[in-house]
């Protein structure tokens, strides 16, 4: 996807409640990316041109695995900020405001746009 | 042009009528076409014809057809006639009946109606278009073959600019394929001496050493068809390629001649009427002088040099040219003659102001010759690209705007540096692997079918099968070739071995250890000559299986080799420089003897004057190879720019950042 061009996926809602480790709220994951970032570097993405935010690690039995969230995710939105044309900084910002508890993430992978066609191939849409 | 003449005829006075006439008949007579040896007649008629035909210009000159003119008076048909029977004496070849003769009156008398003079024959530069060919195809069977003989002596690559006039539409006008022959000097690959020499010591190898074995070498057949083929291949009559030459030397030195003859006749026929002319002449005098002296030393530069090829056909811008200087001269003399001999012309600065004037003209045709002859085909146009029909030897090159003979030519000597030799000893497979029998399959046919059948099918079961069982074949090959390479590499090395050691037992003698080794014990000292023998008994065995093994032993005789090693040797060689001649098949101009012609053939679907136009193919065939040149136009080249600023190259690290949250 190259900047400016509109796109269309299928996304999934996670909703994440931060923990609070000491004193510091945690998600529990780790991301990489960002439009200043290499993509080619990127595992998990398909396009090496993609220099969106994905998560690379998710800490075990952290909120973020609890909530749904997978390694290999993309992450489109944050609490309805854009997350595909952010860097690396601001989307560490934007995951970690002190002030809020949850996070609402729209996340996308690749086996939820099989899983639709699957589901779509089966079921006739009404 | 009819009106047009008789336009010129009305208004102009009488001497004008006749220059103006015989300035169109020169130029009939030398731009369109005509036998190489009838136009040689012509010219030493000329002078009586030019006078005769003054006096027979006027009333027939009137009507339009040149053909009326030629055949309305007897006196000028007597004159074809006798032009006819000298034709006939000096044994044209066959093309010139007097069928073809009646064939280029029509011709003649066609084009002079379509207006082919047109005004523009001052120019002389325009190459004027003969009618359709249909007509003249009867003849153009004959021409490409009986014509070899007479036009390969009368054109030449390099010859002097100025010789005389060809029939050069000729060429045009005979289409159709035709094979012409291009000689080029040089020699037979393989010399007569060397392969009897070849014959007598090939066993050399063995008994300078051990005797192992007998020479399985005699002369065979293919020897004794090689001598024969190279005997066929030297060029005949060597005095016949220096004839135009020197015609066009002798019309160079008419040309040059002419000037001062301008300014000498006055002088030495009505010396006492002429006016003084004092500084503005000598002014002349010097100009002219020095003119011709540049002329004479440009001329000497460019021209005159030995002719390297004999074309086909005729030099197209050479004949051009000629033709034009015969024609700058002839009217340049009959100018003079009508103006300044008969009424006995006192203005003597007026003569030399004219004979000024010729000379300046002939600089500028030579410097037209210059353009045509060697600049023009310097900027590259086409790509040829040149295949030996037998191996498969390829080269490509780039060339300018040529005639096909021309790049021939170029093409000729190109290969005879850049190809490897030709050796007809390393073309084929072996036979083991081709000459596979088919197996004798006995096919029955099942009675069904009927006899017409029968043979087909039988046939096509056969070639079904032997193709199913030559499917080994490539696997063969495939070990043979590994084989011989295995071979070839092995006695490459012991060759190379053999001749380093044998380098290691002589050193060059320097003088001053003369006296410091003398009273010791004497050392031989010996010249080249000697040290190449010398050394070249222990390594012959190993040289000799190695030229074996790459099928070379036919070009190198043992002479040649002591030969190569004493050369060596004079010249301080390391044994790696000397062997660089055998282990490489070098260009076909290292085994040449360069004393003898080489005969190629030209093979061509176009009329070989033709120029270069893209997707031509032609060939040059010699008796057992031949070379396929074809011809691409080199693309044209948009070059675009993008300027860079040379502070603009910035670079940055590739960041890979993680951050857990």
Known sequence: MSAGQAFAVVVQRIEIRKLRHGDNLILGFSIGGGIDQDPGQNPFSDDKTDKGIYVTRISQRGPAEEAGLRMGDKIMQVNGWDMTMVTHDQARKRLTKKNEDVVRLLVTRKSLEEAVKHSMGSYPRQ | ?661
């Open chain 2, 1 to 661: 042009m009819g009106p047009v003449m008789s336009c010129v005829t009305e208004n102009t006075p009488q001497s004008a009528n006749i220059l103006t006439r015989s300035l169109f008949l020169l130029l009939l007579l030398g731009v369109f076409p005509s036998e190489a040896l009838l136009f040689l007649s012509v010219m030493t008629n000329y002078l009586s014809l030019a006078l005769s035909l003054s006096f027979l210009f006027l009333p027939p000159f009137c009507t339009n057809s040149l053909f009326l003119f030629f055949s309305s008076s007897p006196p000028q048909a007597s004159k074809i006639d006798s032009l006819r029977s000298k034709v006939d004496l000096l044994r044209l070849p066959l093309a010139l009946s007097t069928k073809s003769i009646s064939n280029r009156k029509s011709q003649l008398g066609v084009v002079w109606e379509k207006g082919g003079g047109g005004g523009s024959w001052a120019g002389g530069a325009r190459k004027p278009r003969p009618p359709p060919a249909s007509d003249m195809d009867n003849e153009s069977m004959y021409s490409g073959y009986s014509y070899k003989s007479s036009h390969s002596r009368s054109s030449r690559k390099h010859r002097d600019k100025r010789d005389r006039h060809r029939g050069k539409s000729r060429d045009s006008s005979i289409r159709g394929d035709k094979s012409v022959t291009i000689q080029a000097p040089g020699e037979p690959l393989l010399d007569a001496e060397s392969t009897r020499g070849d014959d007598r010591d090939d066993n050399w190898g063995e008994t300078t050493t051990v005797v192992t074995g007998t020479s399985v070498d005699s002369v065979s057949n293919e020897d004794l068809t090689r001598m024969s083929k190279d005997l066929e291949d030297s060029s005949p009559l060597e005095c016949r390629r220096y004839l135009s030459p020197a015609l066009g030397a002798v019309l160079g030195l008419f040309a040059l001649v002419t000037p001062l003859a301008f300014l000498a006749l006055p002088q030495l026929l009505w010396r006492d009427t002429l006016e003084p002319c004092g500084t503005p002449c000598e002014g002349l005098y010097i100009s002219l002088a020095f003119k011709l002296l540049i002329l004479l030393i440009s001329t000497w530069a460019l021209f005159l040099r030995s002719p390297r090829a004999t074309l086909p056909r005729f030099f197209i811008f050479r004949c051009l040219l000629l033709a034009l200087v015969f024609l700058f001269v002839a009217s340049y003399w009959l100018f003079y003659g009508v103006r300044v001999l008969e009424p006995r012309e006192t203005d003597y600065r007026g003569i030399v102001g004219y004979a000024a004037s010729l000379v300046d003209a002939l600089l500028f045709i030579q410097y037209l010759a210059l353009v045509l002859l060697e600049v023009r085909h310097l900027q590259p146009a086409f790509c040829l690209k040149v295949v030996r029909t037998t191996d498969g030897a390829s080269r490509f090159y780039n060339v300018g705007h040529l005639s096909i003979q021309r790049a021939a030519v170029w093409v000729l000597d190109q290969y005879y540096s850049d190809f490897p030799v030709y050796n007809p000893a390393l073309l084929n497979l072996p036979k083991s692997i081709l000459s596979k029998k088919m197996s004798a399959f006995k096919v029955y046919n099942l009675g069904e079918e009927n006899s017409t059948n029968n043979s087909t099918g039988q046939s096509r079961t056969m070639i079904a099968a032997a193709a199913r069982r030559r499917d080994n074949s490539h696997n063969e090959y495939y070990y043979e070739e590994a084989e011989v390479e295995r071979r070839v590499r092995k006695r490459k090395a012991r060759l190379v071995v053999a001749v380093e050691e044998a380098f290691t037992h002589i050193k060059r003698h320097q003088d001053e250890d003369a006296t410091a080794s003398s009273p010791k014990h004497p050392r031989e000292v010996m010249d080249p000559r000697e040290a190449a023998q010398a050394i070249f008994a222990p390594m012959a065995r190993a040289m000799q299986k190695y030229l074996r093994a790459t099928r070379q032993q036919s070009y190198h005789s043992m002479e040649s080799i002591i030969n190569h090693l004493q050369f060596c040797v004079t010249h301080n060689m390391s044994p790696k420089a000397f062997l660089e001649r055998y282990l490489s098949p070098g260009p076909t101009l290292q085994y040449l003897d360069t004393t003898r012609g080489r005969q190629w053939t030209l093979v061509s679907e176009e009329p070989v004057t033709a120029a270069l136009r893209q997707g031509q193919v032609f060939s040059l065939r010699r008796l057992d190879f031949s070379l396929v040149v074809t011809v691409a136009p080199l693309p044209f080249l948009r070059l675009g720019e993008e300027f860079i600023d040379p502070k603009r190259h910035k670079f940055v690290m590739k960041l890979q950042s993680e951050t857990s949250v």
